[in-house]
């Protein structure tokens, strides 16, 4: 028995981009195509199969320490960064000021995707949705510079709504316009979820 069903929802991808240089700058550069291999994708600072352990995961080890590399890729759902936009009080956030890999649009409640999901894009390449993305005030910076007042209501505006980390299961190309696929573990929801998060 299959352990992922296709649930039937597609989204399509309508930006691309890389961050080439995350001391120089977190800002990303668009792209029409972008090849993702087991390392990341082609030219993205944030890429490599590990990474050095940040606060995200200090309950679990020192920072600094090295470990696998589940976020490989920064995923926006189209419909949250609009939403993003709105609450700060701008007419739209361009993705590459966030440093975005990806943006899809069409898949609702994006930043909630179930951890193990998987994107899969119409020429087979294939994300696995790590988990939900929270928002930092990195991109405060670029948001400033590019809309002077308004980078410090970033880091509110965007909670619950900064998209997915995700890693490359199958290598491939992703394409702007490309369809993806959304796939979800056939799994139910723990029994104690709830009372661990209290904990």
Not at 33 to 49: C, I, K, T
Not at 88 to 105: E, H, N, Q, Y
Not at 139 to 153: D, L, S, V
Request: with cysteine.
């Amino acid at each position: 028995m299959a352990a992922l069903k296709p649930s039937g929802f597609v989204g399509r991808i309508t930006w691309l981009g890389v961050v080439p240089d995350r001391n120089r700058q977190l800002q990303a550069e668009p792209l029409t195509q972008l090849r993702a291999g087991f390392d990341g994708p082609e030219g993205e600072a944030h890429g490599g199969l590990t990474r050095p352990a940040c606060s995200r995961v200090k309950a679990q080890y020192p920072r600094g320490t090295e470990i696998r590399n589940t976020r490989q890729f920064s995923v926006l759902g189209a419909e949250e960064l609009a939403e993003i936009a709105q609450r700060m009080g701008l007419a739209s956030l361009d993705p590459a000021l966030l440093g975005a890999t990806m943006v899809i649009a069409g898949l609702s409640d994006f930043s909630r995707l179930p951890p193990s999901s998987r994107l899969q894009g119409e020429g087979g390449a294939t994300l696995v949705v790590d988990m939900e993305n929270r928002p930092c005030v990195l991109p405060g910076k670029p948001i400033e510079a590019a809309h002077p007042g308004y980078g410090k209501a970033f880091k509110q505006a965007a909670k619950g709504r900064r998209g997915i980390t995700a890693w490359v299961e199958r290598e491939g190309v992703f394409t702007l316009g490309e369809a993806i696929a959304l796939h979800i573990p056939d799994q139910r929801v723990w029994a104690h979820l709830a009372e661990a998060r209290r904990g």
